[in-house]
């Protein structure tokens, strides 16, 4: 089993950079034994100044920009991300895909992050479930679109987020079971495209209402790497506390 990636999602949050930096100092603290992989993709304009504060932690950002430069308002490019410190981008987050995200942008995406030398954390996931298995299909068709002609070198710097839109920001999550069931379609998906070998070395996480109390159900039965966690992220305490046990049971 690989060691876990665990990624907090900050999306718009906290106010300001001082509170920024007071809950970054603060997790970095309490997160006193691991050798997980974390990280946090945070707000763009918080990427520099939480970079000085030198954390163990990767820091990322939540989208890029498609394009490079140039006439692209309120858009920040893969090179800008990577020359702040950002080591990684989240991509195709539901949040994002609302707002016209396509799996044509993300693919185009993927391309200029690895240009960039950073890695791209490809979220996916159904609005809803029926009894046919019509969201497994959907899930696999995000896949291979916005995937499309990636070489398979490139698995390195990818990973793939199953994120049940239903189960983001909820009362509660999907079960081990529902993750497990995706996980094993991803990775077949994965596999068909790139082969065994490359698809091997792409972690898929499980995100959507990631909690102290569940999270280790999604690597230990649910079958996925790792996590990204939204809300919980900004309680550095249990974010903490998922960084470090996790490890310490997988390990
Ligand atoms: P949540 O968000 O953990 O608050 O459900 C997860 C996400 O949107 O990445």
């Not at 995000?142 to 070198?153: A, M, T």
Request: glycine content about 10%; charged content about 25%.
């Amino acid at each position: 089993m690989k060691k876990p990636l665990i990624i907090g999602n900050w999306k718009a949050n906290p106010k300001s950079i001082k509170e920024a930096k007071a809950l970054l100092k603060l997790t970095e603290k309490l997160i006193t034994r691991t050798k997980n992989s974390y990280g946090y993709a945070v707000p763009d304009a918080f990427l520099f100044p939480l970079k000085e504060e030198k954390p163990r932690g990767m820091l990322g950002a939540q989208t890029i920009g498609t394009k490079e430069d140039g006439a692209h308002t309120g858009e920040s490019s893969a090179s800008m991300i990577s020359s702040v410190g950002g080591t990684f981008t989240l991509l195709g987050h539901s949040e994002i895909r609302a707002l016209g995200e396509t799996d044509e942008s993300i693919n185009a995406k993927i391309k200029s992050t690895y240009q960039e030398g950073l890695y791209s954390v490809v979220c996916v996931g159904e609005k809803s479930r029926d009894n046919h298995g019509t969201y497994l299909k959907h899930i696999e068709e995000q896949l291979k679109k916005s995937l499309h002609e990636i070489p398979g070198e490139w698995c390195e710097k990818l990973a793939i987020a199953y994120e049940p839109i239903w189960a983001i920001g909820a009362d509660t999550s999907a079960t081990p079971e529902q993750c497990f069931e995706v996980v094993i379609v991803i990775r077949r998906t994965l596999a068909a495209l790139f082969g065994m070998a490359y698809a091997k070395k792409v972690c898929v996480l499980y995100g959507g209402t990631v909690t102290k109390n569940n999270a280790e159900s999604f690597l230990v039965e649910g079958g996925a790497d790792g996590l990204l966690i939204g809300r919980t992220s900004l309680d550095p305490k249990a974010f903490a506390s998922i960084v470090t046990t996790t490890y310490a049971t997988i390990s």
